[in-house]
């Protein structure tokens, strides 16, 4: 366990990072061991691979820094990479290829002890802090990613945890629009701010954004069942053609989250399959999301569009503890000063921007390929956070991103009409 007793921010940051690996141990926890080298989602690599990464960044990262002298090159450079497969290739390496538990085990737990006892005797400088942060929000976003990717694992390959899923039956709140004064918004962090941030979150800089309406709340399932049922799949008219072309390609005919059974659909929470909650948020791909917009005659919002209706609005806490999303209408705790709800921490929502740099971008030394690698017109910014998103990722200047063909995130969307 890491400790120390110097009251700086060092010692809060040591906390965290032990509270972060608390986290994904216990999220590995949910697997059964024989599963842990299936591949859930053909785009991501085996779960045994996370074990290992999670502390291979980590010594990656520091070991150099302390002195410390690998006592395991291969597996650093086994567990060093993937989280998107390059030039949207997908892995095709087998079980076999993998090491043991037990080895991965020992690596894992020979690395935690090595870094703790530099770091308990660590001297306090900004590089350092930085790179703990660094450490600890990468740990966090791969607890999300797991998340997901256990989301598709089959029942009989995990161990429940107490999480409930959601109940469905709620009445629906009744989809409206609110009407957003023009005005300006500021992207991003100062570059001197004091606040951690990755570096795609810099420079700060303010936009002027015309007036345009947007959705009060997320598309639910119910008005994307909508769309399913007006034959949206089958219509190219509102699918781009890129979309178009992976939808027939993958057989795509519905939500990723959603069970075809006898007609109808059923939702696929974490530890079961339950009635279609037709009230909460649907969790789709950009190119779904895109395609229902332009169903609707609207468009998605831009990250400055997405932004400024967010103004003031706050997270919603106790959707932490949720494996779904809560019904919409529910969240008026967090309600932004426009009245737009359920904006922060209830899924990601998707943006019409492109990924790409902020003016002033600064490659990250500690971490160069985290954003650069993926400013390629290929992936597009999300916003806000889902029930499963760590707290301190919840901040406004926060951006996600991913292809429009990933339908495995937490994510879903709201539409605008300019």
């Known amino acids: 366990m890491l400790t120390q007793s110097i009251d700086t921010a060092l010692g809060e940051l040591l906390e965290r990072l032990a509270e972060a690996r608390a986290v994904t141990d216990r999220v590995f926890g949910i697997v059964k061991q024989p599963s842990l080298y299936e591949r859930p989602i053909p785009e991501r690599h085996r779960i045994i691979f996370y074990v290992g990464h999670l502390e291979a960044f980590d010594w990656n990262l520091f070991h150099e820094r302390f002195g410390i002298k690998p006592f395991h090159p291969e597996l650093d450079q086994l567990f060093a990479f993937g989280i998107d497969p390059l030039g949207g290739a997908t892995p095709n390496d087998q079980a076999g290829d993998w090491p043991s538990v037990l080895q991965v085990e020992r690596y894992r737990a020979r690395i935690r002890a090595e870094l703790d006892k530099a770091l308990a005797g660590a001297t306090e400088t900004d590089e350092l802090v930085q790179w703990l942060n660094i450490a600890i929000e990468h740990r966090l976003m791969h607890a999300e990613t797991l998340e997901y990717m256990l989301h598709q694992l089959p029942y009989s390959s995990k161990v429940r945890d107490g999480a409930e899923s959601a109940k469905s039956g709620k009445v629906p ?38 007036a345009f309406s947007v959705d009060k709340y997320k598309v639910t399932n119910g008005q994307f069942l909508q769309f399913v049922e007006a034959g949206g799949y089958n219509d190219s008219e509102f699918w781009l053609s890129e979309g178009w072309d992976w ?21 696929r929470s974490m530890f079961e399959e339950i009635a279609l909650p037709l009230e909460s948020p649907v969790y ?5 999301a895109s395609a229902f917009a332009r169903w609707a005659g609207k468009g998605l919002p831009t990250e400055a569009e997405w932004q400024r209706a ?6 919603m806490w106790e ?5 779904d999303p809560p019904a919409v209408g529910t969240e008026i705790s967090s309600a932004s000063q426009f ?5 922060i921490g209830t899924g990601w929502e998707w943006t019409a921007t492109e990924f790409a740099p902020f003016a002033g971008f600064k490659i990250c030394p500690a971490y160069p390929g985290y954003s650069a690698n993926f400013f390629d017109g290929k992936h597009y910014v999300l916003k806000g956070g889902s029930t499963r998103t ?19 995130v937490y994510a879903g969307f709201r539409c605008v009409t300019r």
């Open 247 to 267: 939808k027939i390609r993958e057989a795509v005919s519905h939500p990723v989250f959603w069970v075809e059974v006898n007609g109808g659909f059923r939702y």
């Open 319 to 323: 959707a932490r503890t949720l494996w």
């Open 284 to 288: 789709v791909s950009h190119a779904e």
């Open 390 to 408: 760590a707290a301190c990722m919840l901040r406004k200047s926060f951006r996600n991103w991913f292809q429009p063909h990933y339908q495995y």
């Open 339 to 343: 009245a737009v709800e359920g904006l």
């Open 310 to 315: 967010a103004e003031g609005a706050g997270a």
């Open 173 to 210: 709140a009744v989809p409206r629009a609110v009407n957003i004064p023009k005005g300006t918004v500021t992207l991003g962090l100062k570059a001197d701010s004091d606040e951690f941030g990755w570096d795609n979150e810099f420079a700060a800089h303010t936009l002027e954004v015309p």
